[in-house]
């Protein structure tokens, strides 16, 4: 099983950018899909981004297309969402989670889990 945690989160402008870090310990990362999701305060857990297992799919929501951009380190063990152009809607609790068929597509076929705890972004502005 799959353990994960996210960081990098925290307190930025408009238009300023923000690294996101989710550390993966122990189970299958490398053959896992990677997503991150979202969820504001009052509002339902949406999906932000998600990359296949090798990395060579990336899948976003069309509210971030353009300005984030995730990816996959299996050798590190470790995922990552560069947001920038961050605007005062994407404030929320980020969470990662593992997509166990590998996909990493916002579909009713994945199987996220896995989820970390979150990671506060807020931008003010």
């Known amino acids: 099983q799959v353990r994960l945690a996210e960081s990098g989160g925290g307190l930025v402008q408009a238009g300023g950018s923000l690294r996101l870090s989710c550390v993966a310990s122990a189970g299958t990362f490398s053959r896992s899909g990677l997503g991150w999701f979202r969820q504001a305060l009052g509002k339902e857990r949406e999906f932000v981004a998600g990359i296949n297992w090798s990395g060579d799919n990336r899948y976003y929501a069309d509210s971030v297309k353009d300005r984030f951009t995730i990816s996959k380190d299996n050798a590190k063990g470790t995922g990552y969402l560069q947001m920038n152009t961050l605007q005062p809607e994407d404030t929320a609790l980020y969470y990662c989670?593992?997509?166990?068929?590998?996909?990493?597509?916002?579909?009713?076929?994945?199987?996220?889990?896995?989820w970390g705890q979150g990671t506060q972004v807020t931008v003010s502005s």
């Open positions: 989670a593992v997509d166990r068929k590998g996909a990493g597509r916002n579909s009713m076929d994945a199987d996220w889990g896995s």
